[in-house]
T-cell receptor
Framework: AQKVTQAQTEISVVEKEDVTLDCVYE???????LFWYKQPPSGELVFLIRRNSFDEQNEISGRYSWNFQKSTSSFNFTITASQVVDSAVYFCALSERGRDDKIIFGKGTRLHILP | GAGVSQTPSNKVTEKGKYVELRCDPI?????LYWYRQSLGQGPEFLIY????????DSGLPNDRFFAVRPEGSVSTLKIQRTERGDSAVYLC??????????????FGPGTRLTVL
């Protein structure tokens, strides 16, 4: 069965600090996709990144970076030099490449960036 | 072009009433998904349409929930005899589902349903 665990329910850091959001996933498939979404207070889901299971290269996009490690089934997300605008709920998610590509979300980590 | 739209944006109803939530997918997208996000939780899959047919309805919580997509475009999620536990944000997503490559799901803004 598919499962995504975000053990950190809520994190608070002071602006300009680095912060890492943890994500551990479970799947029996060899082909799958991992995602991170941001949900700001306005409520819309903002897509941040998608990785497929065959690409373990880490990725950096500006202040955002992602560390994908199949050996530990983890897909962690780091924000460098955090800003108040980064305050949001962040969801890690998984989709097994199958007949419907439905997305399984974790419960989310609420991130507070304090000025 | 236009994204996924959902109407209404907010719906308040009384326990026991019937509600319909509408989703307009991106034009040309053959795949359509419904998710439900309860307070403090991540979105949970409800049902997936490929064209007009419900290819996977394994996420529907019980038989009070039903969804249709009669012409392969607009979809309506129908909830009968609403209960307070149905209160949530209902999200719709669509994708082009083109061939073997993964097709991104684009999410709508959601309908916030409150059952009093």
């Amino acid at each position: 069965a598919q499962k995504v665990t975000q053990a950190q329910t809520e994190i608070s850091v002071v602006e300009k600090e680095d912060v890492t959001l943890d994500c551990v996933y479970e799947t029996r498939d060899t082909t799958y996709y991992l995602f991170w979404y941001k949900q700001p207070p306005s409520g819309e889901l903002v897509f941040l990144i998608r990785r497929n299971s065959f690409d373990e290269q880490n990725e950096i996009s500006g202040r955002y970076s992602w560390n994908f490690q199949k050996s530990t089934s983890s897909f962690n997300f780091t924000i460098t030099a955090s800003q108040v605008v980064d305050s949001a709920v962040y969801f890690c998610a998984l989709s097994e490449r199958g007949r419907d590509d439905k997305i399984i979300f974790g419960k989310g980590t609420r991130l507070h960036i304090l000025p | 072009g236009a994204g996924v739209s959902q109407t209404p944006s907010n719906k308040v109803t009384e326990k026991g009433k019937y509600v319909e939530l509408r989703c307009d997918p991106i034009s040309g997208h053959t795949a359509l998904y419904w998710y439900r996000q309860s307070l403090g939780q991540g979105p949970e899959f409800l049902i997936y349409f490929q064209g007009t047919g419900a290819a996977d309805d394994s996420g529907l919580p019980n038989d009070r929930f039903f969804a249709v997509r009669p012409e392969g475009s607009v979809s309506t999620l129908k909830i009968q005899r609403t209960e307070r536990g149905d209160s949530a944000v209902y999200l719709c997503a669509s994708s082009s589902q083109s061939g073997t490559e993964y097709s991104e799901q684009f999410f709508g803004p959601g309908t916030r349903l409150t059952v009093l």
